[in-house]
């Protein structure tokens, strides 16, 4: 069974920082391509970090410079650190990872991040 097990929310201040994690079990993590998207209530799902296979890297503009996308694909694990926080960061943030060749696609269950003083 496969589960991509997401953690590190919580409740920070603006200017803060949080480190996420997204564990994966039942698969080999280094031959997928693993993406960070966030939710705010209301709002349409976004792309915030994107870590292929090979190890580039995508983000969006808005958090261009604060968030840091890695894979430790030892540990089966991509984390994604974020620095100088800022409210319009406030959303649920998912791990998703799609295979490189076969697009076999896993979702977890997604942690709050929450920015506010």
């Known amino acids: 069974q496969v589960q991509l097990v997401e953690s590190g929310g919580g409740l920070v201040q603006p200017g803060g920082s949080l480190r996420l994690s997204c564990a994966a079990s039942g698969i080999v993590f280094s031959g997928y391509q693993v993406t960070w998207y966030r939710q705010a209530p209301g709002k349409q799902r976004e792309l915030v970090a994107r870590?292929?296979?090979?190890?580039?890297?995508k983000y969006v503009d808005s958090v261009e410079g604060r968030f840091t996308i890695s894979r430790d694909n030892a540990k089966n694990t991509v984390c994604l650190q974020m620095n100088s926080l800022k409210p319009e960061d406030t959303a649920a943030y998912y791990c998703n990872a799609v295979h490189y060749m076969d697009a076999s696609n896993y979702w977890g269950q997604g942690t709050q991040i929450t920015v506010s003083s």
């Open positions: 870590i292929g296979h090979g190890g580039s890297t």
